[in-house]
């Protein structure tokens, strides 16, 4: 099981390439289940023991459970978008690197959670005054403040064993998939999709840290009264004010602008050699079908290709020594694709 745990955070070559064939992944989903289950239930007992023991409990069980949550609902609609976006990604696989990263997260939560336990330890012990009260009593605000630093300080530890998930998870992506714009564009839509229902998986199993005024409980009694979407309006109006609309467009427009600059699409800059078939780059051969136009553009030859399976449009750019080899490499392959008639087969490739 270690030499499994070792190999999941290191991206070993065999274990992708285990992947790639998609042999006994059976096996490494359930190495990954394991993971999930004691790096994360390990770590939830260290999130909730500040409240009471029984609130580590809770935390250890549900902790584990909301990361299986969010796998099992995002699997099928990142199966879907891996293949709109052309990544040739299987659901299979598409379900096995997901779990991948959430087992590297995890392992990291493991790791920390005895450091977080010592953290919990030292920190001033909730006061039992404070339970029954308002949360707005006096006697409640020194619990208050000790509960919100240590909320922050698990936010932190769980960005960045998430962060270190999303890391590997990268590196996955691009070693399993040959276009590296599409191994792009499927990790930022996955990150999309997770965080959204992430989100409000995690506003479903609330609480998860324990407010000292409160009795420790597994889910609250209005858990399914609001949603995250609404308990973020109600934050941004708190402290914003009337503000809170332009605020929340700020924020909205901030991210959209992140995701498009994250989803951008360069061109890909290749190789290709002029054969009877076509352009042969990338360990294939385009068919002169399938070129839409050539343009030189100084010492670089520009070529856009259309996939006939999703048309859609990439663009592959070759470097050359100087603008003159670049006009020459243009005029041969308008050539070339000039010697293929609208009512003619391109000839097989030899």
């Known amino acids: 099981m270690l030499s499994r745990l070792e190999a999941l955070c290191r991206l070993d070559d065999a274990l992708v390439a285990r992947v790639r064939r998609g042999d ?3 096996g490494l989903a359930t190495s990954c289940a394991i993971t999930i289950a004691i790096g994360a239930g ?53 379900a096995i690197c997901i779990l991948i990263s959430l087992a590297v997260s995890a392992a990291l939560l493991g790791a920390l959670a005895p450091i977080s336990m010592l953290v919990v330890a030292i920190a001033p012990p909730p006061d039992p005054i404070a339970s029954g009260l308002a949360i707005d009593d006096p006697r409640v605000a020194p619990s208050m403040a000790v509960a919100r630093a240590l909320l922050l300080f698990h ?31 499927v ?15 995690s506003w479903l199993l609330r609480p998860f840290f324990g407010k000292p005024h409160l009795p420790p409980s597994f889910l609250r009694v209005e858990a399914l009264h609001g949603n995250f979407v609404e308990e973020v ?6 402290t914003f004010g009337h503000d809170a609309p332009i605020a929340s467009a700020t924020l ?26 076509g352009l042969r780059a990338a360990g294939s051969v385009i068919a002169w079908t399938s070129v839409v136009a050539v343009r030189a553009a100084y010492d670089e030859v520009h070529v856009e290709i259309r996939d006939a399976a999703t048309l859609t ?31 003619r087969d391109a000839p097989a490739s030899g």
């Open 233 to 238: 309006g109600s934050l941004m109006v708190t």
């Open 155 to 185: 936010v932190a530890v769980v960005a960045c064993a998430g962060s270190a998930g999303v890391l590997r998870l990268r590196g996955l992506l691009t070693r399993l998939v040959d276009d590296e714009d599409a191994a792009r564009r």
């Open 313 to 343: 449009r990439d663009t592959w750019t070759m470097r050359c020594r100087d603008r003159h080899e670049a006009r020459a490499l243009v005029e041969r392959i308008e050539r070339a694709r000039g010697s293929i008639g609208p009512f």
């Open 42 to 94: 390990a770590y939830g007992a260290a999130f909730g023991m500040w409240r009471a023991p029984e609130m580590a409990l809770y935390v250890a069980l549900k902790l584990p459970l909301l990361l299986a949550a969010i796998a099992l609902c995002t699997i099928g609609t990142s199966a879907l978008l891996a293949t709109v976006l052309r990544s040739k990604l299987t659901l299979r696989q598409t």
């Open 24 to 26: 006994d992944l059976r």
């Open 187 to 201: 990790l930022v839509s996955w990150l999309v999709v997770q965080l959204a229902v992430g989100a409000e998986l």
């Open 252 to 277: 909205v427009l901030v991210a959209l602008v992140v995701l498009a600059w994250a989803l951008r699409g360069g061109p890909r800059e290749v190789v290709f050699e002029v054969v009877p078939a």
